[in-house]
């Protein structure tokens, strides 16, 4: 029986870096030609077999490298060993380096699903954070998109500096217009280390306050809502059959393998991540070594903690049924003693979720989800001494 998986491959090349960008990713277009060598490399040096069932060639900006790129990538793709006929194949893309040629050429090769990293259809914001578009070239890309794509996500993040109640409104008034099947609308985080961290240290920019962005996520979940979008996830949004299917191989914890720089993995309780380091990245490749930069063998805990903090970022949650027969007495403790600390964060009858409180205070729900990991693994050594 082969064993159905995605795949994630990152493509780290862009035009320009943006301020709030903490992905490794490079300006550097003269590597590219290298660095997809390198890729093809490694993808041989993973002996694995079963079925692709998604694919996501994430960033970096995808749409940004020379098409011939993804025919190379596609091409070592189709020549493996696996079963590969993916039900859905995403490319990430900046609305700048779209072009007619090259929708096609990706329509061509099977890309069936386009996100579009929009952030905010405000030109002062764009223009702020480094964005080489503006709200008509999106509008414009958009409509000849739509020529090849019947799936596109629009990626957005609230809280940038500028961000404000106007500007909100006139994004949910464009998404209502240009009905993307699917959207994305995260919270900016400012605990990494941006170029817009040390901006905001300074005093130069200034992020929104706390009461705009919870009454301007309050305002998304409504609107989108009574636009016929169903709310899935934390952050994302679709409308009927246009949920993100690689994005729900990584909330409910399945099988999914990631090449390229940073690419993340997690296979057969294998959880791992690849060097962000390009050196790093080349040197062991030529060693004919797996570029890894983090690999752990999952013990039963951490695939329940994993399952736990993935899969309660759903909306319906997670099947009781399925985790019991998966992790049986373990779930048992762990959920007990997670209902104890998170009592007004969650709810459990058939499936574990979070309550509206929980959803709005999800880092709260994490934070207490690792606790109990630590509690049960005190447990567990004083039992075995």
């Not at 900046?94 to 386009?114: A, C, F, H, M, V």
């Not at 998404?175 to 901006?199: A, C, G, M, Q, W």
């Not at 903090?309 to 909306?315: D, E, P, Q």
């Amino acid at each position: 029986m082969n064993i159905e998986f995605g795949l994630y491959i990152h493509i780290p090349f862009c035009k320009s870096k943006c301020l709030y960008c903490d992905y490794p990713s490079t300006t550097n277009n003269r590597i590219q030609d290298k660095y997809f060598h390198y890729l093809l490399k490694e993808i041989e040096l993973l002996n694995f077999n079963g079925k692709i069932k998604t694919i996501f060639l994430g960033g970096g900006t995808p749409t940004f490298v020379d098409v011939k790129q993804i025919d190379k990538l596609f091409r070592k793709l189709n020549n493996l060993d696996i079963v590969f006929d993916p039900i859905e194949v995403t490319i990430e893309s900046n609305p700048e380096t779209l072009t007619e040629e090259k929708l096609y050429e990706y329509y061509s090769l099977g890309i069936n699903r386009l996100s579009l990293g929009i952030q905010t259809f405000d030109n002062d914001i764009l223009k702020n954070m480094n964005r080489l578009y503006d709200n008509e070239l999106i509008e414009r890309n958009y409509y000849l998109a739509r020529r090849y794509f019947s799936n596109i996500n629009f990626d957005f993040i609230l809280g940038l500096p500028g961000d404000n109640m106007k500007v909100l409104e006139n994004n949910l008034r464009v998404i209502e217009k240009l009905k993307p099947n699917h959207v994305s609308y995260y919270i900016f985080d400012d605990d990494h280390d941006t170029p817009l961290k040390r901006v905001l240290e300074k005093g130069k920019m200034k992020l929104p306050e706390n009461e705009y962005i919870e009454n301007g996520f309050d305002l998304i979940i409504e609107e989108l809502h009574k636009m016929g979008y169903n709310r899935y996830e934390i952050s994302n949004w679709a409308k009927e059959g246009y949920e993100c299917k690689h994005n729900l191989i990584y909330w409910n914890n399945e099988n999914y393998h990631g090449f390229g720089l940073s690419a993340g993995g997690h296979y057969n309780n294998i959880r791992y991540t690849k060097t962000w380091d390009f050196k790093e990245y080349f040197e062991k490749i030529d060693n004919n070594q797996i570029p890894y930069d983090y690999y752990n063998e999952n013990t039963l805990l951490d695939e329940l903690t994993e399952e736990l903090f993935m899969g309660l970022r759903l909306i319906d949650g997670i099947s009781v049924e399925k985790l019991k027969n998966k992790y049986g007495k373990l779930f048992e403790k762990f959920s007990k003693n997670l209902f104890q600390l998170a009592s007004d964060l969650i709810e459990v009858d058939e499936r574990i979720r979070m309550n509206k409180k929980g959803l709005d205070l999800s880092k709260m729900v994490f934070e207490k989800i690792l606790e109990v990991r630590e509690v049960i693994k005190e447990q567990d050594r004083f039992d075995t001494l």
